[in-house]
Structures are given as C-alpha cells and as structure tokens.
C-alpha cells in the first residue's frame, strides 16, 4: 500500500455545532464533511467574500491601499509596488515586541498594528514600508528571500501585514509558524518564489502576481517569475482565514 | 534507525547545497557540509559526524515491523488523534491536553474565540486551559495593564481553574498566585507530562517537550480554535535525531549544545521537523537544562523538541502533578530524516553573535569584543539551575563585575531559590549573597523582562545601541530593544565569565 504523502482524517464522535446566537453546551464541537478532501480541492472563487467574520473588508485592504495598486474582485491578481527584503527577516522586525501590546482582535489597535508593519527593519532599510505618519503602505507585496517570519509565535506579525493594506509576500520560504498564521488568519498570502526574487527586484518595482497562473511580473524590469502553487491555502486565505471558510464550506455552521 | 534522507525531500535542505567534497567518502552529503562547518569554526577535529546509513530504500509495506514503527513525536500525536500509525505528512485532528496562553497573545485569542463561537461560549475544558500573565507586567504601560485585566475578566467568566493572576504591580511577592514566565510556570506547576499535547501562544512552548511531550507554539487564530473545541489540525514532522554522548565536561551547559546545533543546521535547519536529543549526555541533564535544550528549538525552524522520559523525569515530576501520564519512546525501527551524533567531550563554549541565532562562534575567539551589560534571565537562562551556574562561576573568580549584570528570575519560585539554597561549594552562601558579592543588580521581578524588549520602562531594556551579553534566546535587530543594540547569547556560565571581564570571555578563564 502506497503512503500518500498528505491525509486528512476526521474526528470521531462529532455533535452538531450550535448556533451562537444559543447558549452553547459544554461539549459543542464541530461537524466535518465526510471527505473534508473533496471540499477542500474545489476551488470555487467567490466573487462576494462575507465581510462579516473579518475585522475589515478586503476591498479596503486590498484595492483600496493605494491609489496605485488594485485587486479584481475574484482576488486572482495583484498588481502595485513591490517592497524587498532580505533572507531571514524576523518577526521582531516584522512588529518590535513593544507594540505588541496592541490586540489583533480590536479593530481600531488592529488599524495601528497595520501602522508599525515592518518598522523594526534596521536603518539600512532607508525607504520605510510605511512612511512615517501614514497608517498604510503603498505597496501591495513584498519581495523576500528564506525563511520569511522566522522568530516568535506572534500572530501580530501576518496581522500587521495584512492591517497594513500589502496583499502578499513572495518570499524564498517560510518559517513555519508564521506561514500558518497567514492561512489562519487570511490576512495576507504567503506565496513562495523560485529562486531569489530579492536578487532580481527593487523596491519601487511595479509588479503584478497572476495567482491562477503562479506568475509574478515585474512590468519595471520586464522579467516575468513562476511562483510555487499556493495549493489548498489559497481558498482559506480568500474566504478570510480558517473559521470563515469553514463556514463558507459548510464545516461549521454560519452565523 | 537513521533512515535515508530521500525518505522525504525536505524544503530546508540548505545544508546540502554545498558542493564541497572533503573526502569524507563514507558520510552523505549532509555529513560533509556539518564537517565544513565544524572546521570553519575553527575546529581541529570532526565533532560532529552526521549519518545516512547506506541501507537501500525499502518499501514500507515489506517488511511488518518497519509498517508500524514510529518516532517518539509520531507516537505522541497518533495516540492524541486516534490514529494507530501516522507518517510524517499525515494531517491530523489532535486532542490537545493542555493550551496555554499569556498577556500578549491571550487577549487576541479570547477575541477571536469570542468572535467566531459567541460572547457567550464555554472554553472546551476549563481544566485544560492554563493562563499565564508574564510578558509585560512590571510596566506602566496601560494597555499592558489592561491586557492582564483582560485575562482575569476571561478567567473569572470561564471559571478557568488555573489562572496565575497579578494585582499588586509593585510587589510581586504580595501576589500569591502568580507566577512569572509561562514554560517554566508550566514545568513547575506539573502541567508538563509526557506523552502530551500542550500548545501554546508562544514560541518557546517547545521548552516542554523536554518532558516527552508534543509542545508547539500556535497563533490566536489557532489558539480561538482550540478554544472552542479543543482540537487542532497539526502535520506531523518528520525527526531529525541528535545523539549526544559524552561526559559533560564542567565549563559546558545545554546552552552550549543547543547553540551548537542551531549552528550546525542553520536557523531554518529544521523547519518543519521534530528535534529529538538522547544520548548519554542528554540522559545525564536535570530537567531544566533539558528545557533549555528543547527552548531553543525553535530558533532552529523547529517544530517541536523532544527528549525521552526517563527517572530524571519522573522524579522531577513526583508531588507536581496528580494527573496519570504515558511517556512514549521511539522505536528501534523508527525512521529518522537525518541523525547527527556529538562527542561532547570535544566540545567548547559558544556563543551566537549578532544578529542571528545560527550565528555560531567560539567563546573564545570573541575575547577582544568588548561588551557594555550582560543579562541573565528567560525561559531559557533564567531557571534555577542557570543562576546556580552563574553563581559557582562568579564564586570561583571571587571578583567583582566590570559591566551592569542584570538578573531576571524566571518565576516566583527561582527568584525564592535564589534566597534560599546554598550553592554547593559556597560555604552556605545562597546564590543571591554571591551575586551581591560580585556586584551585580539584584535580581528582579520575575517574567519575561527585556528578553524581548517590551514597553520602553521594562527594567534592563537595551534603550541604547549597546553590546549586551545575554542568556536568552534571540538576537535578531532590535530584539532587547534597540535596533543597534548588538546581542551575544551565551551560557549562564559564559555570561557570568563575560560580566567579570568587560569583554565576551571563554568560562574555562575562571573554571577549572
């Protein structure tokens, strides 16, 4: 019997989740689709992504983030300012632990996480991800090379990168931790690279990421890049992280 | 028992990007390049061999044994999602024994459970979830304060049983509950057991797998989740094995061994993978500087760090916690990605210079960097036993410190210990009388301090670009504080050499 190298199983003994709006009962828990595989390979794109179950809507992140960058409303393409980085670019330059005081979860502190995105970059960074006084950045994805977010567990560092208005990272790799709080929490997507992007781009590049064909283009020095397929992730970081498309695909009930 | 590293094609293979041939014939690839960077450290001898064995690949399905082998970290999480036999790749629903979280993170994840399960949900387990205040406590920073207020309004909604809550700012001691930085608090409150599942809101939750246990930090998003269900879907890692043997000798500490691994593999080394550490060497530390060891972990990419259980164990354990455990071991069979071995004997005491963890050097070929403070405290340095380290060092120089040395006791209990045992060899003197003698502060309050900087009046911030001795974990720009600030992690015992002499020093200067 072949291994297959990724299996999804199922928990046993599932009751039906109930609805928030009700006291819930000590053992509530979750119910799965049988084969939770089969769900999560369609990759239906919704053109209408439910603003509910996030802390702000894509389209202000996203489209709105600067007057030189814009999204289609499928989230299929990327198109603005690249920022670059090096390799190993952690997560206390991602978001000094002195504003980690600032909770994700309440929206006017997540606006100010968005604010100090990137700031712990040494001085050698000369041009800022965020200007000084500015609550956004003008650059829809930033250009990385390995281990992108290595360092703490802090989900602040995804979060003050999405509350920024980038759309994505393309980065050589990922430290794991911080890859899995992009999907979690949807806020931007994690895309990885072939080769070192960072070697080829410049901060200031206008680029436009093809996710359907895994290409990034950078339209200032006409090269065009393959970026590894984002896979199953994708669909999570589109529908807006774990808990919105578990609902969206039937995981768990909407509320 | 080491398997072929074609086994699994590793995204982190760095290590064998190297083209170097240095004869080393009967070693892989991934032998030849730990070699090179033994001797690049200045090295005389190979200390470090690293293994493939030349075994031909089998097919799983041949042979009975190999089918349902499996490595310690296999084990822990196929018995926690009710799996009989997992392999590395496996995604998996796991039943999680413990979650913990702390006044960083705790708020954000409360937000998000409340959010996504309803104001008015129940946690999963209120026995399950341990809450620990220890970040940024001993701050006028008033969100800091509210994000303790916070937790306690959580904890006193859920009726959670284990909450270990600060009022009194100004005086740790006049707080009977709390207790200071989360993994020691975990070790020391008997929340640790092997053959568990503990996740945490924070990095260095790794430190517990030196109980035998599966310990990993998690995000808010995950963290909520588990909140609400007690569950989590987590892929299973392949392991890499480090055997250590060897007598440890005296001027060395865990400190030292970890630091010479993340230097080994690189920060991203082993991403994605489980670090598991036996050998003779790893059988003979006490349970803290096995938490050292497994602290560390991360810093390496790694998943999650595990040593087996054994007496060691067990005793530490006794009187700690009332709740049965299984440990589990690695099967004889078990496949591993790669297995490096150490002959610790050969080696010396290390530091990591800035800005990086994998930035390994030797102690004593950083003799003419002069340094302007040293610290001493964290999860990973700041433990009983590290400052019974410091204190014999600085007892057998009997000189006094050149550099401002910051003590910062991980918890209300080392900060205790501290006061009241008598280091061996002192004549009765306890660690803090000695630490006077040399000059240093006196030991603070305890928690997280300045590992990571924190608000701007956390007590021994690096607020200006000094050069800072340090036991702690990470040195990346900016991590004390400021972003000029250059940070050496070292050893208690190479802190405390460094703090005698005003510059980076080799203990062995004044251990004999």
Partial sequence: ?255 | MASSSSFLAPSSTSILHSKKDLGLSAFTSTSSISSQRCQKTGFRRICCSVAAPQQSQRQPSTTGSVKTAMTMTEKILARASEKPYLTPGDNVWVNVDILMTHDVCGPGSIGIFKKEFGNDAKVWDREKLVIIPDHYIFTADERANRNVDILRDFCHEQNIKYFYDIKDLSNFKANPDYKGVCHIALAQEGHCRPGEVLLGTDSHTCTAGAFGQFATGIGNTDAGFVLGTGKLLLKVPPTLRFVMDGEMPNYLLAKDLILQIIGEITMAGATYKSMEFVGTTVESLNMEERMTLCNMVVEAGGKNGVVPADSTTFKYLEGKTSLPYQPVYSDEQARFLSEYRFDVSKLEPLVAKPHSPDNRALARECKDVKIDRVYIGSCTGGKTEDFMAAAKLFLASGKQVKVPTFLVPATQKVWMDLYSIPVPGAGGKTCSQIFEEAGCDTPASPSCGACLGGPKDTYARLNEPQVCVSTTNRNFPGRMGHKEGQIYLASPYTAAASALTGYVTDPREFLQ
Avoid at chain 1, 31 to 57: E, G, V
């Fill in chain 1, 1 to 255: 019997m072949a291994f297959t190298t990724t299996t999804t199983t199922t928990p046993q003994n599932l009751t039906t989740f109930t609805s928030s709006s009700h006291k819930l009962t000590p053992s509530h828990s979750l119910t799965f689709p049988t084969h939770p595989t089969q769900t999560l390979t369609s990759r239906a794109i919704s053109t209408s992504i439910s603003t509910s179950t996030r802390i702000h809507t894509l389209s202000t992140t996203r489209a709105t983030s600067s007057p030189s960058s814009s999204t289609t409303s499928a989230e299929t393409t990327f198109h603005g300012l690249c920022y670059v980085v090096g390799d190993n670019i952690d997560t206390d330059q991602i978001i000094p632990a002195e504003y980690l005081t600032l909770v994700p979860s309440k929206p006017d502190e997540y606006q100010k996480l968005g604010s100090y995105a990137l700031i712990g970059l040494p001085s050698s960074y000369a041009t800022r991800f965020v200007e000084p006084g500015e609550l956004k950045t003008k650059y829809t994805v930033i250009i990385a090379g390995s281990n992108f977010g290595c360092g703490s567990s802090r989900e602040h560092a995804p979060v003050a990168l999405g509350a920024s208005g980038t759309a994505a990272v393309v980065a050589e790799s990922y430290a794991r931790i911080f890859f899995r709080n992009s999907v979690a929490t949807g806020e931007v997507y994690p895309l990885e690279s072939e080769g070192r992007l960072c070697e080829e781009c410049r901060t200031g590049d206008v680029v436009t990421i093809e996710m359907k064909e895994s290409k990034l283009i950078n339209h200032t020095t006409g090269k065009e890049y393959v970026l590894k397929a984002i896979g199953d992730a994708g669909p999570v970081i589109e529908a807006g992280g774990i808990f919105a498309y578990a609902r969206k695909t039937g995981m768990i009930p909407s509320r």
